[in-house]
């Protein structure tokens, strides 16, 4: 146990104790005593740069599970470093706004500040661990304190049903991720990243790549919301707005982009994971951008924008590991994609952490989100306006904020797909520079419809007032990030950027330079349209609005999901209604018929009808003649409808059993059977008087598929029993017996001998049948007065 | 012989499952007692219907029944005999308590509770 397993599992450790702190300290804000941690860890996590930026990787290691490979191994890498400096330095920003934005008074504080502690201890141990496994463990931690944050306000049912349905989907993904984990483990003998891609060379024409391939792609694509599973994150919207920033757009939603960064190196040379993460990305930044700009509220705007965003990053991911795939073209082409994708996912980050606070403090302090309620706040917060011009702009990818440079070398990356050469290429770029008009649409409709226009006080709850200067000091921080990454780019380049595209990408030399001015080329001219139209298309907003109107909402995603869970419902709750009828004699009737298929199929499969007549005896009349009597009665008791009738035809049947068992010679079987099929009839006519007159009838066609089930069974036990007889392997031990029962047991009678000595041992529980038979009968009868009721009320 | 008897045991097996099948109680348990028959015999069957002396030593014959299924199905007749007298009292008890021994009306706590 190091140091840095310490680090991941401090904020669990905190967590227990976050409920005395909220119980036993009530002056103080219970967030005040998590605001340390995260800190620390940032601080702690910033002092392995200098070793990663020299392309070191520290690995510890902690036994955990090692017989079955599972070790908590812990690696701090470009990638992973990056990934924890976020995790930990938004932590530490969204917990000090948790301070100022949830009241110490109304608000159950110590069940958030746990679920937001084990989310960031899950997530450091998602990005961190080398063992996938243990990252498997904690990626399904985090879905689950995901859910528990997202249902933070329980008793909302938009809250319950957001939360529900985020975990039916990451679920859902991770699960299929465990079976890529799996299948990975097949093909290369070891859970470990580092060892796994070792061998990546040796596994990619192994048959189990491509499955493996697909279950880890469809682990990352529904816990970073791509199209189609994007619809969780929309209604993860309705936990609280420091849930929102920092889970569901700066943290959690990016762990799906860290596991395909992650596992690059193991699966990019495969064709199909250039592309369908390149697709799926885009057609995610398309319908993300698309759908964000019909949207009236503001966390709605931005769950989509979110969306969006990630596609791009996606895309970007995978247009990057293109340059595994395409070895005789220049690499550097599309590793620009990689850097920008790894760029952007820091830019990301800040501005749209910030966004979130600002949505917050305008939620806060007006009382609504919707922007058909807002209007000219700018005014009364200037503040916030500032910043949330700085994040929105950035967002828009206008100069001079980060998000400018970003979406620069993300149109260079997705020009880069022309070098591939290929029919439909051109379409790439065309979309994801539609894709970006809508991005500029939606960023200044979030400005614009919020700070400026026309204010309307009437539709508040609450007069608007600037926020408290502690609730500010997050997104101020963050903006300031977007505009010191948008001037000094190269800052993040050697120490952040550089070890982690490495580590995405190893083989490959990055030289990151990332400046404003490049000249006038195609992505500035790109940029300049994606402004100017954007701009005319925000003035003609209410014109063409009524697009949205032509798309029909049953072919919405959500009607899909709402619909196929009801359907699932409904399907299971039909199936099993069809079948659990409650009816004894229909369970009986499917056991029958499944013993009578079960045992027919084997018979003919093993071909097992080799009917031989050798060891036969001889048929001698009394046989014959007790054979027609027990079959025509026990034939005629099916059609007798009096109770008398058939307990004396029942009563015929076993005095004939009797009489058979005289004529095989054995006298003591023929002995017990007379006295107790006569002590049976006698019960049986004990009973007569209260037993019903007349027997119950079934209607004919019950008659009938019982017949045709009770005939199945006699054909079977017939054929069972003829081919068994026939295919005599080997001979009886009863010869030991024969032999053995006068010199060794003292006895002339070899049955009773064999029930008594022999096999003393199953006449000794028989008698324990009898005895807890009686036992059941006398309680049946004695508690009869009690009426059965008080025995179990007591 | 046990060709025969192969017969005969698998129209004791049919009449048996008939009469599970149906929906008196009574017939139920008529039918067990039938299956149980019915197995008895089998087992008998299986062990071999060959000639030979009962299994007493003092017959002095040069062969003898096998002994080992006997014991088993005398085994068999008490667990069954003791199994078939507690489920006709079960019987007896839930006509005389549910007042029905239709096994279409016997379906547990559904909507009673």
């Known amino acids: 146990m190091s140091l840095l397993h310490l680090a991941i599992i401090a904020p669990f450790i905190i967590a227990i104790f976050v409920p005395f702190f909220y119980k036993y300290i009530k002056g103080v804000h219970t967030g005040w005593f998590v605001l340390p941690l995260p800190i620390l860890l940032f601080v702690y996590f910033i002092s392995f740069i200098s070793s990663t930026s020299n392309k070191q990787t520290i690995t510890e290691s902690f036994s955990w599970i090692s017989s079955l490979g599972i070790d908590f191994t812990v690696k701090v890498d470009g990638l992973g470093l990056l990934f924890a400096l976020l995790i930990t330095g938004i932590g530490s920003l969204v917990v000090l706004y948790s301070i100022y934005y949830l009241s110490k008074n109304t608000e159950k504080l110590n069940t958030f500040y746990v679920y937001l502690l084990l989310f960031m201890g899950a997530m450091l141990g998602v990005v961190l661990s080398d063992n996938l496994i243990v990252l498997y463990a904690f990626w399904e931690l985090t879905s689950f304190s995901s859910f528990l944050l997202i249902g933070y306000w329980y008793d909302r049912e938009k809250s319950r049903y957001g939360a529900q349905k985020s975990m039916i989907i990451t679920v859902l993904g991770g699960l299929a991720m465990l079976g890529g984990i799996i299948l990975l483990y097949l093909m290369t003998g070891t859970f470990s990243i580092t060892e796994i891609i070792a061998q990546s060379d040796a596994i990619i024409n192994h048959p189990l790549f491509v499955p493996a391939l697909l279950c880890i792609l469809l682990g990352a694509f529904t816990k970073s919301a791509q199209f189609p599973f994007h619809i969780w994150l929309p209604d993860a919207m309705e936990a609280p707005t420091p849930v929102s920033a920092y889970l569901h757009s700066a943290t959690m939603v990016k762990a799906g982009i860290y596991l395909v960064a992650r596992m690059s190196p193991v699966f990019a040379e495969h064709a199909l994971w250039v592309w369908l993460i390149a697709g799926f990305g885009l057609v995610t930044l398309f319908w993300g951008s698309f759908s964000a700009v019909k949207q009236t509220d503001l966390k709605s705007i931005l769950a989509f924008s979110t969306v969006s965003q990630l596609g791009l990053i996606m895309s970007l991911l995978g247009i990057g590991a293109a340059a595994l795939h395409f070895d005789e073209l220049n690499p550097a082409i599309f590793t620009v994609a990689t850097?920008?994708?790894?760029?952007?996912?820091?830019?990301?980050?800040?501005?749209?952490?910030?966004?979130?606070?600002?949505?917050?403090?305008?939620?806060?302090?007006?009382?609504?989100?919707?922007?058909?309620?807002?209007?000219?706040?700018?005014?009364?917060?200037?503040?916030?306006?500032?910043?949330?011009?700085?994040?929105?702009?950035?967002?828009?990818?206008?100069?001079?904020?980060?998000?400018?440079?970003?979406?620069?070398?993300?149109?260079?990356?997705?020009?880069?797909?022309?070098?591939?050469?290929?029919?439909?290429?051109?379409?790439?770029?065309?979309?994801?520079?539609?894709?970006?008009?809508?991005?500029?649409?939606?960023?200044?409709?979030?400005?614009?419809?919020?700070?400026?226009?026309?204010?309307?006080?009437?539709?508040?709850?609450?007069?608007?007032?600037?926020?408290?200067?502690?609730?500010?000091?997050?997104?101020?921080?963050?903006?300031?990030?977007?505009?010191?990454?948008?001037?000094?780019?190269?800052?993040?380049?050697?120490?952040?950027?550089?070890?982690?595209?490495?580590?995405?990408?190893?083989?490959?030399?990055?030289?990151?330079?990332?400046?404003?001015?490049?000249?006038?080329?195609?992505?500035?001219?790109?940029?300049?349209?994606?402004?100017?139209?954007?701009?005319?298309?925000?003035?003609?907003?209410?014109?063409?609005?009524?697009?949205?109107?032509?798309?029909?909402?049953?072919?919405?995603?959500?009607?899909?999901?709402?619909?196929?869970?009801?359907?699932?419902?409904?399907?299971?709750?039909?199936?099993?209604?069809?079948?659990?009828?409650?009816?004894?004699?229909?369970?009986?009737?499917?056991m029958f018929t499944f013993i009578i298929i079960i045992l027919a199929a084997t018979l003919f499969g093993k071909d097992a009808f080799a009917f031989s007549t050798e060891n036969v005896a001889q048929i001698e009349f009394f046989e014959v003649l007790l054979s027609l009597i027990i079959a025509i009665a026990s034939i005629a008791i099916l059609f007798t409808k009096s109770r008398i009738t058939s307990i004396i035809l029942t009563g015929t049947i076993g005095y004939i059993v009797s009489l058979f068992f005289v004529i095989f010679r054995a006298p003591d079987l023929a002995l017990t059977q007379l006295v107790i099929e006569t002590i049976s009839v006698s019960l049986f006519l004990l009973c007569f008087y209260h037993l019903p007159k007349k027997l119950t009838e079934d209607p004919l066609s019950f008659k009938v598929r019982n017949a045709i089930i009770s005939v199945g069974v006699g054909a079977v036990v017939t054929l069972i029993a003829l081919s068994a007889h026939s295919n005599k392997l080997f001979d009886s031990i009863s010869q030991y017996y024969i032999e053995n029962t006068y010199t060794e047991a003292a006895g002339k009678n070899m049955v009773n001998v064999i029930l008594v000595d022999f096999r003393g041992f199953d006449t000794m529980f028989e008698i324990a049948v009898l005895g807890i038979a009686a036992l059941g009968i006398f309680s049946l009868i004695k508690l009869r007065k009690n009426g059965g009721k008080k025995v179990e009320d007591k | 012989m046990e060709i025969l008897m192969a017969f005969v045991v698998g129209i004791l097996f049919m009449s048996a499952t008939y009469l599970m099948l149906s929906r008196s109680v009574v017939r139920i348990i008529l039918g067990t007692t039938i299956l149980s028959h019915g197995v008895h015999l089998l087992l008998l069957t299986m062990g071999g219907l060959k000639g030979g002396a009962a299994p007493l030593v003092g017959e002095n014959a040069s062969s003898y029944t096998d002994p080992l299924p006997q014991a088993l199905i005398l085994t068999a007749i008490v667990i069954a005999f003791g199994v078939t007298a507690l489920f006709l009292v079960v019987g007896y008890r839930s006509y005389k308590v549910l007042g029905t021994d239709n096994m279409e009306k016997l379906r547990g706590n559904e909507g009673n509770d």
């Open chain 1, 339 to 590: 850097t920008a994708a790894v760029f952007h996912l820091i830019n990301h980050a800040t501005f749209k952490g910030s966004l979130f606070m600002v949505v917050g403090i305008v939620d806060h302090e007006t009382g609504t989100r919707d922007i058909r309620k807002l209007g000219g706040l700018m005014n009364f917060m200037p503040i916030t306006f500032t910043i949330a011009i700085i994040g929105a702009f950035s967002m828009a990818g206008l100069p001079p904020f980060n998000g400018f440079l970003s979406k620069e070398m993300f149109f260079t990356g997705m020009l880069s797909v022309l070098e591939m050469d290929f029919n439909w290429g051109i379409l790439i770029p065309i979309i994801a520079w539609i894709a970006s008009v809508f991005t500029f649409i939606y960023s200044m409709i979030l400005v614009f419809k919020t700070f400026t226009g026309k204010y309307q006080p009437e539709k508040l709850e609450k007069k608007p007032h600037e926020a408290p200067i502690g609730m500010l000091i997050s997104p101020i921080i963050l903006a300031s990030l977007v505009i010191i990454f948008g001037f000094f780019p190269n800052i993040l380049s050697s120490s952040v950027l550089v070890p982690a595209l490495e580590t995405i990408m190893p083989g490959f030399s990055f030289d990151v330079k990332i400046s404003f001015w490049h000249g006038v080329n195609e992505e500035l001219l790109m940029t300049i349209g994606v402004i100017l139209v954007g701009v005319i298309l925000y003035f003609t907003l209410s014109k063409w609005r009524g697009v949205y109107g032509l798309f029909p909402e049953k072919l919405a995603l959500n009607r899909f999901y709402d619909n196929s869970l009801d359907w699932m419902q409904k399907g299971s709750y039909g199936i099993t209604n069809a079948y659990m009828t409650g009816s004894i004699r229909n369970y009986l009737a499917y």
